[in-house]
């Protein structure tokens, strides 16, 4: 399930590879009040759904890639995700302070390990009541356009991981389509 999923190619290769995938965008391009994407033709069908539509999905991997940088919704989509049971994230983006996400995001991942506003007194984002909930356990270089530092993490919600099993905590099921989507270059 990708959400902001804007044109959502990585929504269509992954289709192509024989995964269900549903993707979402609150301004689901061509439309004009898309800022990035309008009038572009989407590579998957994408339907206009605000993030709330995560909590329908917790059986699915939620997919975010390149959530809008300094806005609430990307944080917001991972706490509703988490508190309807969702279990596995998979984030493509930069780190914190970087293009994508805001503060609280990068914290509820695990990111940003202290509120350094408030222990330094710089002017940014009080995170000192976001707590990790979020564990990584890969992170995969991905082809990127010049000057951007993303790369692909893929993350397990905390308090899940008893379920999974300790030997092989990633359903080989989502292995594959993860290793196939790597092999294939990346275009924007
Ligand atoms: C920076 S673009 C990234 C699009 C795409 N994931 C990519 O990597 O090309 C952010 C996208 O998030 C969408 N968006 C913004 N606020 C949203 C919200 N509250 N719920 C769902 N999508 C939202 C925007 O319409 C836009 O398509």
Known sequence: MEVGAGVAYWAMLLSRMGV??????LHPPPSATNQWFADTMPWHPVECRDIDVVAQHPDRTLLMIWP???EDWPGDALLA???AGGEWLVYVGEGPGGRSGDDRFHSLLGSIDRCY?????IDAQCVCDV?????????VEIPTWDGCDDRLELYQALGSAARAGPANPIPSVRRRALEALLRRPRRR
């Open 131 to 139: 707590s990790r909930n979020w564990r990584r356990h890969l992170t």
């Open 117 to 121: 506003p408030c222990d330094y007194g």
């Open 68 to 70: 809008t940088k300094n």
């Open 20 to 25: 269900d995938v549903v993707a979402y965008d």
């Open 81 to 83: 995700f988490l508190e």
